[in-house]
């Protein structure tokens, strides 16, 4: 069974860092690009980061370029999402989500792109 679960998510105050993680399990790990999504309430699905199977490559919206980093263990079977200089706006469920191949990695920006989902998690960011 091809679970993703993932954790971390908080209450952090603006201005402020959390790291998520997301373990997989189920599947070929290492053979599959992955990426963070978030959903604020009221609003659709919103690409965030993704990283290639290797973890070589990585991409970012510029609404979070610089503040955020995406990396995986390939070994741990984890990827993960660092988050710094939080906003009040960052506030969403995020979730995690996997892509096998094949794939033109520069193109996995929305949410049909990925076959695979976690159940999320809540990061709010409030003063």
Partial sequence: EVQ???SGGDLVQPGGSLRLS?????????AYAMGWFRQAPGKGLEWVSAISMTGASTNYPDSVKGRFAISRDNA?????????????????VYYCAARGAP?????????SDFTHWGQGTQ????P
């Fill in 4 to 6: 993703l679960v993932e």
């Fill in 123 to 126: 990061v709010t960011v409030s």
């Fill in 22 to 30: 997301c373990v997989a399990s189920g599947f070929s790990f290492n």
């Fill in 76 to 92: 741990k079977r984890t990827v993960y999402l660092q988050m710094n200089s939080l906003k009040p706006e960052d506030t969403a």
């Fill in 103 to 111: 794939y033109r990695f520069s193109a996995l920006m929305t949410p």
